[in-house]
Nanobody, 130 residues
Framework: QVQLVESGGGLVQPGGSLRLSCAASGRTLSNYGMGWFRQAPGNEREIVASISKIVASISRGGPNTYYEDSVKGRFTISRDNAKNTVYLQMNSLKPEDTAVYYC????????????????WGQGTQVTVSS
């Protein structure tokens, strides 16, 4: 069982930055592909970014990452194995980035599909507004 706890959300002005953290307990995150998702009111949950598990990543030329088109060049997903934590650095934030952000873990190498993630955090609110 993996327990995930997100932190770092808040209110930020357009153009600002936030770093979300996802701390894990119960298992070593290096054995899991990780993803950040977001859900705005009235919208479906969507993938923001994902990063492959450490195990087997070298043989696959990894670690591999994926970014949703609207966040490419602005967001960066990373992992700190020593701290068992995954991060989402968000720069140049826009009002349309406003949502609840969730981190999730998958036993797969990595995935862009929410249905393939077995473990979820409780979410952290990000609001981009002037």
């Amino acid at each position: 069982q993996v327990q995930l706890v997100e932190s770092g959300g808040g209110l930020v002005q357009p153009g600002g930055s936030l770093r979300l953290s996802c701390a894990a307990s119960g298992r070593t995150l290096s054995n899991y592909g990780m993803g950040w998702f977001r859900q705005a009111p009235g919208n479906e949950r969507e993938i923001v970014a994902s990063i492959s598990k450490i195990v087997a990543s070298i043989s696959r030329g990894g670690p591999n990452t994926y970014y949703e088109d609207s966040v490419k060049g602005r967001f960066t997903i990373s992992r700190d194995n020593a701290k068992n934590t995954v991060y989402l650095q968000m720069n140049s934030l826009k009002p349309e980035d406003t949502a609840v952000y969730y981190c999730a873990a998958t036993r797969s190498y990595y995935s862009t599909s929410a249905t393939e993630y077995q473990y979820w955090g409780q979410g952290t609110q990000v609001t981009v507004s002037s």
